[in-house]
């Protein structure tokens, strides 16, 4: 995931793990209660489109889940994480590997529209600190590039989506069999 702060962008790294369990959600990182509702928002998504993205639905009633957000002592909040926690909780339950220079942002609704965030700059320009090849971005924040320096523009790709599936489908790895120790559902 991307991420404002005071001193420029960053990327945070979204973690998903499942238990044997019965629905439980635990999210922990030192979230604020906005993080913590897109993190909700998320998995409802990925619940009601499970089919579709190839996971059996069944599957939940089976689990608890724990999503974590590492670097607990700094606060997070605001909704910008929503992409990023979906696709996480997408690969955990298909078992394909999210790109690993790939990163994105953007805020999630209920019935996978994704809508636009701030920070675009700094969130850009801390991916390519970080050494991110392709950044995924919500479609009304494609005018946001303006800003970015053109040499950072022309190192990177981006890639824009109005819906949560578009950005799951460019983050989860194409051809990659299932992460080991995880089952293709």
């Given at each position: 995931?991307?991420?404002?702060?005071?001193?420029?962008?960053?990327?945070?790294?979204?973690?998903?793990?499942?238990?044997?369990?019965?629905?439980?959600?635990?999210?922990t990182?030192?979230?604020?209660?906005?993080?913590?509702?897109?993190?909700?928002?998320?998995?409802?998504?990925?619940?009601?489109?499970?089919?579709?993205?190839?996971?059996?639905?069944?599957?939940?009633?089976?689990?608890?889940?724990?999503?974590?957000?590492?670097?607990?002592?700094?606060?997070?909040d605001?909704?910008?994480?929503?992409?990023?926690?979906?696709?996480?909780?997408?690969?955990?339950?298909?078992?394909?590997?999210?790109?690993?220079?790939?990163?994105?942002?953007?805020?999630?609704?209920?019935?996978?529209?994704?809508?636009?965030?701030?920070?675009v700059k700094?969130?850009?320009i801390?991916?390519?600190?970080?050494?991110?090849?392709?950044?995924?971005?919500?479609?009304?924040?494609?005018?946001?590039?303006?800003?970015?320096?053109?040499?950072?523009?022309?190192?990177?790709?981006?890639?824009?989506?109005?819906?949560?599936?578009?950005?799951?489908?460019?983050?989860?790895?194409?051809?990659?069999?299932?992460?080991?120790?995880?089952?293709?559902?």
């Amino acid at each position: 995931g991307l991420v404002w702060t005071p001193v420029g962008g960053d990327i945070i790294f979204i973690e998903s793990t499942r238990m044997r369990g019965k629905q439980g959600l635990l999210i922990t990182g030192s979230l604020g209660d906005v993080m913590k509702e897109s993190a909700q928002a998320a998995l409802s998504w990925v619940r009601a489109n499970a089919e579709s993205l190839g996971i059996d639905p069944e599957e939940f009633a089976k689990w608890d889940l724990h999503i974590h957000v590492p670097a607990g002592a700094t606060p997070k909040d605001g909704p910008s994480a929503g992409v990023a926690i979906a696709t996480s909780l997408a690969s955990l339950f298909t078992g394909r590997p999210i790109q690993s220079t790939v990163a994105m942002t953007g805020e999630i609704t209920l019935r996978g529209r994704v809508l636009p965030v701030g920070g675009v700059k700094e969130k850009v320009i801390g991916a390519h600190r970080a050494g991110i090849e392709t950044v995924i971005l919500p479609e009304r924040n494609e005018k946001d590039l303006e800003e970015i320096p053109e040499t950072i523009r022309d190192e990177m790709t981006f890639r824009f989506a109005g819906d949560v599936r578009e950005v799951v489908e460019l983050a989860l790895c194409p051809e990659c069999e299932p992460a080991e120790g995880s089952e293709k559902r």
